[in-house]
């Protein structure tokens, strides 16, 4: 499974790459919001050292305004891959840019029959938001293993691309299902790490070892 970072935090993203836990990374506008920064420049600067796939999503909700914000977006660096909204304007512009040799990410998906149209569009990748909807009390994980059966069984190259992770949990159910790629903060992927009998061993191994008197020289 590949780890996307969903963040525009440049410092995060840095860490990150050092530790190994980063295949990508996702924006979106509230996270470019949220950095402060100039959109283009803040994705040029991610595209300078993260070698995967960087989404980068239109503002446009029409065709021709998407197609136009594209084509300002993939000019940024290779690895830019355009996100586009999961509406009928954006499913258009997405069959545009994947023949284009474009990766495309189509985001706000909610259910497998988006999904589905996703994958018809030629989508790299689809964002199902596993957390939103877990926030009004419907399953995310059962929408993910929902698209896993469809692309499956028609063979479908679009990658699922777990989004609106909110919990290390949730990346273990979308690994147990299969999906292709989690995007999460960089707190959740680090968060993988972690278990309270790891720290109490390491704890209890540090003690015994101050005891023997010894260095490892
Ligand atoms: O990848 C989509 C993500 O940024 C949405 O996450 O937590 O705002 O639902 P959240």
Known sequence: MKFFADTADVSE????KDLGLLDGVTTNPSLIAKSGRKFTEVIAEICSFV????SAEVAALDFDGMMKEANVLRKIAKNVTVKVPLTLEGLKACRVLS???TMVNVTLCFSPNQALLAAKAGATFISPFVGRLDDIH???MELIAEIRQIYDNYDYDTNILVASVRTANHIKEAALIGADYATAPAAVLKSLV????????IEQFLADWKKTGQTIA
């Open 13 to 16: 993203l840095r860490e990150l």
């Open 51 to 54: 070698e995967g796939p960087v």
């Open 99 to 101: 023949g284009e040799g």
């Open 138 to 140: 419907q399953d995310g």
């Open 194 to 201: 972690k278990h309270p009998l790891t720290d109490k061993g």
